[in-house]
């Protein structure tokens, strides 16, 4: 092999592995990610902040900068899906967690519905949470 040849060689290889890493990480699925509740109950009453940690959960870390685009809080989870409240985003919190203000009328199980698009991903993160408002 002559040292043009070589030296071809090698970068042919490097760019391989270099695509071959790039490629791995544009696969992340959309799936991976997910929201999480930063404390799972929350006192009923007005004006309740709840804080959720949106994740990757393929390398465990936060997200930020996530658009979050839907959301309904409402009692589902103890059959009054009726039952639903306001939910109005908050600014704040630390990168990869989004804040939210809500009244909680009763105590009980609520459902938090979220949709997010994340940064860079095709496909929408979808997530219910349930959160227990203690009286
Ligand atoms: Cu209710």
Request: proline residues 7%; aromatic residues 8%; hydrophobic residues 45%.
């Amino acid at each position: 092999m002559s040292t043009f040849n070589f030296a071809f060689a090698l970068r042919a290889a490097l760019l391989a592995a270099a695509f071959a890493g790039a490629s791995t990480a544009a696969m992340a699925d959309i799936k991976d990610y997910k929201f999480e509740l930063v404390g799972e109950t929350i006192p009923a009453g007005p004006d309740k902040v709840i804080t959720v940690r949106l994740v990757n959960a393929r390398t465990g870390k936060p997200v930020p900068d996530a658009v979050i685009f839907a959301t309904r809080l409402d009692m589902a989870p103890d059959g009054m899906q009726e039952m639903a409240t306001k939910i109005t985003p908050m600014p704040g919190g630390e990168p990869g967690t989004y804040k939210f203000k809500a009244t909680f009328g009763m105590a009980g199980r609520w459902q938090l519905s979220l949709g997010a698009k994340v940064q860079g991903e095709t496909g929408t993160v979808e997530s219910k949470l349930v959160i227990k408002a203690t009286p």
